[in-house]
T-cell receptor, first 110, second 121 residues
């Protein structure tokens, strides 16, 4: 089965908050990441959280980690058209490899 | 600071042909990765180099894929012969020396290039 799972699509109105969810399976994960991929571009690291933290905030981005449920979320406040992209959740697993989810395509409605 | 450079950006070949991709990492980055990203999927690690040595190639299909980083700087990834299922974006990423970062408990950040989009017909 998949090590990292996330929903494939999310539509949000401009100005609203976007919440992208992710679940992972490796309880020994050390770091969890959110990457952003815009069309025709490589992946850009947005933020990461160490596994002993439960929250991290960075400007419009808030990451929540529920280690017990192995659930990670990314909240983007005041979503803008420039936030339209694919967002990848990833974990650094016990083998020190980064495992990516399939990505959530965020679509911004006017 | 210049980012990770990759070329070509696009390549179309017929099955059974050969193809090579090139990556120039960020200056000073000892660790280099090649990922394969199939449409609709997340990136999957193919091979990891530390300077000019291979650290992990467990997911590289070695019957047809090869990669080298002879001088520990830029790297090439080759597919010979290509199959239809090799159609994907091939991403190169680099980071500072992982061992250095790990010893100092510093989070490693991988910087990705724009990728090479391969279509095998």
């Amino acid at each position: 089965g998949e090590d990292v799972e996330q929903s494939l699509f999310l539509s949000v109105r401009e100005g609203d908050s976007s919440v992208i969810n992710c679940t992972y399976t490796d309880s020994s994960s050390t770091y969890l990441y959110w990457y952003k991929q815009e069309p025709g571009a490589g992946l850009q690291l947005l933020t990461y959280i160490f596994s002993n933290m439960d929250m991290k905030q960075d400007q419009r981005l808030t990451v929540l980690l529920n280690k017990k449920d192995k659930h990670l979320s990314l909240r983007i406040a005041d979503t803008q058209t420039g936030d339209s992209a694919i967002y990848f959740c990833a974990e650094r697993n016990r083998d020190d490899k980064i495992i990516f989810g399939k990505g959530t395509r965020l679509h911004i409605l006017p | 600071e210049a980012g990770v450079a990759q070329s070509p950006r696009y390549k179309i070949i017929e099955k059974r042909q050969s193809v090579a991709f090139w990556c120039n990492p960020i200056s000073g980055h000892a660790t280099l990765y090649w990922y394969q990203q199939i449409l609709g999927q997340g990136p999957k690690l193919l091979i990891q180099f530390q300077n000019n040595g291979v650290v992990d190639d467990s997911q590289l299909p070695k019957d047809r894929f090869s990669a080298e980083r002879l001088k520990g700087v830029d790297s090439t990834l080759k597919i010979q012969p290509a199959k239809l299922e090799d159609s994907a974006v091939y991403l190169c990423a680099s980071s500072l020396d992982r061992r250095f970062l790990r010893e100092r408990r510093i989070q490693e950040t991988q910087y990705f290039g724009p990728g090479t989009r391969l279509l095998v017909l």
